[in-house]
């Protein structure tokens, strides 16, 4: 036993989490299994992540977590040695070290966090559809309008490029005439046609759905810079993981988009990560609070892909725990590959809740000392049932344990406190400001306005004239006709070329030809894309 064993702090290799008549050690080497924390409103579940993170964090390991309300955000700021927790830590024989953590805070709606986007693109039509409430029929046709983009180079980068899409993919119902000029978007109706019957009422709907997805503020999500994922994956100067902390009270007003958003990372993540087998701790561990809004009316399609990426994202060296108020809130499916296993207190004053309690004892694996479903109807508060997986990977037998205090702050930060953490941010400036690139939105007015390529088929191929061979040479310099660590659209070669290159050396001009460029090369490379588990583009 080391020093560190001896007055119950952390390990290189285990996280001390609390103490009843046995310690309760989460080991890092199965941490990637996975894990549940539960329990009612005001039973300490927050604090409980708060401690894990820390631990996570001690050991060098990347933690995001969802914060629904504020309370997450302490984790920055240095403990302070009240006396219930000098208290606490006492009986548990440990010495408290007020403490924090490096943090850095993220905001979909960019008011409290550095802004998040995505792209359409990468969102994929699958998770888009869930986050639209789309049936089956209006689903199809967003589908065929994602592979109507990527045969035609068109970009979605935005809620303005889907729209034009949209648009540009309805039936042109107008009776021509014969001085009637051509219709410059004929060739990309004809070729949703072709994927099946594109109707102007079904079109009309899924409107009408971005609609109220852009009144509930989905407008600010999508766009650029997109974010990369790398940037929650570092460490501080001190070797320690960095704190990721979504805040997400504004966000959990549109459940459905805070909940399409947590599974877009999570298949994101399991796209972009290399295999990693079994490590001695992960590379990165989610806490996902109110997790039973991932679940809920999701189509049994969604469900069998969040259960394969859940299942498979633990050989890349992810972590996931979702945090909410019963186990019965988790699919079994799912459920069965949560190892680590946190339950607080659960109130039964109705047969219903009764037969939650029932169910959520029933998850654990029995110690003949305890009545595991007796005892979470007593547990005050800070008290938690505890069963993390053994070195042999089988869970342990459950035990009542009180969870240590933890050393940052317990509490919200203040806003002056979180403006000074935004501006050492280590990503200040990279998302702050939003980029309008050329992307759908642009080329399909270009065509409206007669000012684009002839549009008889998909837009590329190796012809193109001058900026055809212009491509070619292009592609070949920088690597951009062959795969590509992130393959999308060939907008993604336009940015790449007119920023290190056009943008920088030749001018203005040049820009302008840059993003041509880019479009031209799009229609070969938008013809090999490959869309991953969950519908986003799947990386190579």
């Given at each position: 036993?080391?020093?560190?064993?001896?007055?119950?702090?952390?390990?290189?290799?285990?996280?001390?989490?609390?103490?009843?008549?046995?310690?309760?050690?989460?080991?890092?080497?199965?941490?990637?299994?996975?894990?549940?924390?539960?329990?009612?409103?005001?039973?300490?579940?927050?604090?409980?992540?708060?401690?894990?993170?820390?631990?996570?964090?001690?050991?060098?390991?990347?933690?995001?977590?969802?914060?629904?309300?504020?309370?997450?955000?302490?984790?920055?700021?240095?403990?302070?040695?009240?006396?219930?927790?000098?208290?606490?830590?006492s009986e548990m024989g440990l010495n408290f070290q007020p403490d924090q953590f490096s943090t850095v805070f993220w905001d979909v709606f960019g008011e409290q966090g550095h802004p998040v986007r995505a792209t359409v693109t990468e969102m994929g039509p699958l998770l888009l559809a869930r986050m639209?409430?789309?049936?089956?029929?209006?689903?199809?046709?967003?589908?065929?309008?994602?592979?109507?983009?990527?045969?035609?180079?068109?970009?979605?980068?935005?809620?303005?490029?889907?729209?034009?899409?949209?648009?540009?993919?309805?039936?042109?119902?107008?009776?021509?005439?014969?001085?009637?000029?051509?219709?410059?978007?004929?060739?990309?109706?004809?070729?949703?046609?072709?994927?099946?019957?594109?109707?102007?009422?079904?079109?009309?709907t899924i409107q009408r759905q971005l609609l109220v997805l852009e009144n509930q503020g989905g407008t600010k999500f999508f766009g650029e810079p997109a974010l990369n994922l790398k940037d929650f994956m570092k460490t501080d100067r001190d070797g320690r993981g960095m704190v990721n902390i979504l805040?997400?009270?504004?966000?959990?007003?549109?459940?459905?988009?805070?909940?399409?958003?947590?599974?877009?990372?999570?298949?994101?993540?399991?796209?972009?990560?290399?295999?990693?087998?079994?490590?001695?701790?992960?590379?990165?561990?989610?806490?996902?609070d109110e997790a039973h809004l991932l679940f809920n009316d999701a189509p049994k399609a969604l469900m069998d892909k969040i259960e394969q990426v859940v299942r498979l994202i633990r050989s890349k060296g992810v972590g996931v725990y979702f945090v909410t108020q019963n186990p019965v809130d988790v699919?079994?499916?799912?459920?069965?590959?949560?190892?680590?296993?946190?339950?607080?207190?659960?109130?039964?004053?109705?047969?219903?809740?009764?037969?939650?309690?029932?169910?959520?004892?029933?998850?654990?694996?029995?110690?003949?000392?305890?009545?595991?479903?007796?005892?979470?109807?007593?547990?005050?508060?800070?008290?938690?049932?505890?069963?993390?997986?053994?070195?042999?990977?089988?869970?342990?037998?459950?035990?009542?344990?009180?969870?240590?205090?933890?050393?940052?702050?317990?509490?919200?930060?203040?806003?002056?406190?979180?403006?000074?953490?935004?501006?050492?941010?280590?990503?200040?400036?990279?998302?702050?400001?939003?980029?309008?690139?050329?992307?759908?939105?642009?080329?399909?007015?270009?065509?409206?306005?007669?000012?684009?390529?002839?549009?008889?088929?998909?837009?590329?191929?190796?012809?193109?004239?001058?900026?055809?061979?212009?491509?070619?040479?292009?592609?070949?310099?920088?690597?951009?006709?062959?795969?590509?660590?992130?393959?999308?659209?060939?907008?993604?070669?336009?940015?790449?070329?007119?920023?290190?290159?056009?943008?920088?050396?030749?001018?203005?001009?040049?820009?302008?030809?840059?993003?041509?460029?880019?479009?031209?090369?799009?229609?070969?490379?938008?013809?090999?894309?490959?869309?991953?588990?969950?519908?986003?583009?799947?990386?190579?």
């Open positions: 036993m080391t020093a560190q064993d001896s007055k119950l702090g952390d390990t290189d290799d285990k996280i001390f989490v609390g103490k009843g008549d046995e310690q309760a050690w989460l080991t890092l080497a199965l941490a990637n299994r996975h894990g549940l924390v539960t329990g009612a409103t005001g039973t300490g579940k927050t604090v409980t992540l708060q401690v894990m993170a820390e631990g996570f964090a001690r050991a060098g390991v990347p933690v995001f977590a969802a914060d629904i309300k504020g309370d997450l955000s302490g984790i920055s700021e240095v403990g302070e040695a009240k006396d219930f927790i000098l208290k606490r830590a639209l409430d789309l049936n089956d029929v209006q689903e199809g046709v967003l589908n065929v309008a994602f592979r109507v983009a990527d045969d035609n180079g068109l970009t979605l980068i935005d809620m303005k490029d889907l729209r034009a899409l949209l648009d540009a993919i309805v039936p042109d119902s107008a009776k021509k005439g014969a001085d009637a000029a051509e219709d410059p978007l004929a060739a990309i109706r004809k070729a949703a046609q072709g994927f099946g019957n594109v109707t102007k009422a079904t079109v009309g805040v997400a009270d504004k966000l959990l007003q549109n459940p459905r988009l805070y909940a399409t958003f947590l599974l877009w990372m999570l298949s994101e993540l399991f796209e972009e990560l290399p295999e990693a087998g079994d490590l001695p701790k992960p590379k990165l561990v989610f806490f996902f699919p079994d499916r799912v459920l069965g590959q949560l190892g680590n296993r946190v339950q607080h207190a659960l109130r039964a004053f109705t047969p219903r809740d009764q037969k939650a309690v029932a169910a959520a004892a029933q998850t654990f694996r029995p110690n003949p000392k305890l009545d595991t479903a007796k005892v979470i109807m007593e547990l005050g508060k800070g008290e938690a049932l505890v069963s993390f997986l053994e070195g042999n990977g089988t869970p342990a037998m459950v035990e009542r344990v009180m969870i240590r205090p933890p050393s940052a702050r317990i509490g919200p930060i203040t806003p002056d406190e979180r403006k000074a953490i935004m501006a050492a941010s280590p990503v200040k400036g990279k998302y702050d400001t939003a980029v309008d690139e050329e992307s759908a939105y642009e080329m399909i007015q270009k065509r409206i306005a007669g000012t684009a390529a002839t549009a008889d088929g998909p837009v590329g191929g190796n012809g193109g004239g001058l900026l055809g061979q212009i491509g070619s040479i292009v592609g070949t310099i920088f690597g951009t006709n062959v795969k590509r660590g992130r393959l999308s659209t060939g907008q993604v070669i336009a940015r790449d070329v007119t920023r290190s290159v056009t943008n920088q050396v030749i001018g203005g001009m040049a820009a302008n030809i840059g993003k041509s460029v880019g479009g031209q090369l799009g229609g070969s490379i938008g013809r090999t894309l490959v869309r991953g588990a969950l519908g986003g583009l799947l990386r190579r």
